[in-house]
């Protein structure tokens, strides 16, 4: 019968002395405490909270949900229903509800992202601005938390609209990658739009004001873009500034995803990332500004 090896007794990083009384045994918490992250691991966790706090105002509150859907409802019911039987828009062949409804779904997270700013005075009025910005999160983490939380929102709202067009009758892809690619695309447009009243809000600081210019800025945005009609139909200093509107890679991006007209997604997805990080950059340049 072979001998049976001894486990030797574990050693405490600080031996106790020859003599001493043994230290008396910790007990073991029945809850361990979450691991602090920090240095790169921080900008994730902050955004993925942020994220979860978006989602759980919608659960306790789909008011809201149901509200904004009736706009979208609306552009395709009768903008895009009329236009359709007008035949006044080349589309390249396509009916143009089906054109449409790339579009109509970068306008409605186009309009929640926009009036975001909102919220942030909101919490600089109620002291949560303060507090949050106390924490050792660094403030680009901030930003990028509530950017990305009203990508969330977006994507919500993006998918009532899907829903809607494909009752109406519009031929949308069901290939789930190329619906990853959607909810990429609105996400990073909606970064960078709630960004933008972000920094509007850090310049006029009331919410009065934000409201004003938000509204003044969405029209143009919107009609500024290929979302109603292709760019080949402008002038050419609309479509010059068609070209600096993110919304126009955005619907560009959705059109080729959701509908198979050709684009230029790479070009697309570069140009929404880009402006989401500049957007983020200068949002939290602007946010201390916003909490004095």
Same mark, same amino acid.
């Given at each position: 019968?072979?001998?049976?090896?001894?486990?030797?007794?574990?050693?405490?990083?600080?031996?106790?002395?020859?003599?001493?009384?043994?230290?008396?045994?910790?007990?073991?918490?029945?809850?361990?405490?979450?691991?602090?992250?920090?240095?790169?691991? !921080? +900008?994730?966790?902050?955004?993925?909270?942020?994220?979860?706090?978006?989602?759980?105002?919608?659960?306790?509150?789909?008011?809201?949900? *149901?509200?904004?859907?009736?706009?979208?409802?609306?552009?395709?019911?009768?903008?895009?229903?009329?236009?359709?039987? =007008?035949?006044?828009?080349?589309?390249?062949?396509?009916? *143009?509800?089906? *054109?449409?409804?790339?579009?109509?779904?970068?306008?409605?997270?186009?309009?929640?992202?926009?009036?975001?700013?909102?919220?942030?005075?909101?919490?600089?009025?109620?002291?949560?601005?303060?507090?949050?910005?106390?924490?050792?999160?660094?403030?680009?983490?901030? !930003?990028?938390?509530?950017?990305?939380?009203?990508?969330?929102?977006?994507?919500?709202?993006?998918?009532?609209?899907?829903? +809607?067009?494909?009752?109406?009758?519009?031929?949308?892809?069901?290939?789930?990658?190329?619906?990853?690619? !959607?909810?990429?695309?609105?996400?990073?447009?909606?970064?960078?739009?709630?960004? +933008?009243?972000?920094?509007?809000?850090?310049?006029? /600081?009331?919410?009065?004001?934000?409201?004003?210019?938000?509204?003044?800025?969405?029209?143009?945005?919107?009609?500024?873009?290929?979302? /109603?009609?292709?760019?080949?139909?402008?002038?050419?200093?609309?479509?010059?500034?068609?070209?600096?509107?993110?919304?126009?890679?955005?619907?560009?991006? =959705?059109?080729?995803? =959701?509908?198979?007209?050709?684009?230029?997604?790479? =070009?697309?997805?570069?140009?929404?990332?880009?402006?989401? !990080?500049?957007?983020?950059?200068?949002?939290?340049?602007?946010?201390?500004?916003?909490?004095?």
């Amino acid at each position: 019968m072979s001998a049976v090896p001894v486990t030797p007794p574990p050693v405490s990083a600080e031996a106790a002395p020859a003599g001493a009384p043994a230290a008396p045994a910790r007990p073991r918490l029945l809850y361990q405490p979450a691991e602090v992250r920090t240095g790169w691991r !921080v +900008l994730p966790t902050r955004i993925a909270a942020m994220c979860a706090v978006e989602i759980q105002k919608l659960r306790h509150d789909r008011t809201e949900l *149901y509200t904004r859907a009736i706009q979208p409802a609306l552009w395709l019911l009768i903008f895009g229903e009329t236009f359709t039987r =007008l035949h006044a828009i080349p589309t390249g062949g396509l009916p *143009y509800l089906d *054109y449409l409804a790339p579009g109509i779904i970068a306008q409605s997270a186009m309009f929640i992202a926009i009036f975001y700013g909102i919220m942030i005075i909101w919490e600089r009025d109620s002291g949560v601005l303060t507090k949050l910005l106390v924490t050792p999160t660094p403030r680009a983490a901030l !930003v990028a938390g509530k950017a990305f939380a009203a990508g969330v929102k977006s994507v919500i709202q993006a998918v009532v609209v899907v829903v +809607l067009a494909a009752l109406l009758g519009v031929a949308l892809t069901w290939n789930p990658l190329k619906l990853l690619g !959607v909810a990429g695309a609105v996400v990073l447009a909606s970064a960078f739009f709630s960004c +933008l009243s972000i920094c509007i809000a850090g310049i006029v /600081l009331t919410r009065d004001r934000l409201m004003g210019i938000g509204q003044a800025i969405t029209m143009p945005l919107f009609f500024g873009s290929n979302a /109603l009609y292709p760019v080949s139909l402008m002038p050419a200093w609309l479509r010059a500034i068609s070209k600096g509107n993110p919304l126009s890679y955005e619907v560009d991006a =959705l059109r080729g995803l =959701l509908i198979g007209t050709p684009s230029h997604l790479p =070009l697309d997805f570069g140009v929404l990332a880009g402006a989401a !990080v500049a957007g983020i950059a200068a949002a939290s340049a602007l946010l201390g500004r916003l909490a004095k």
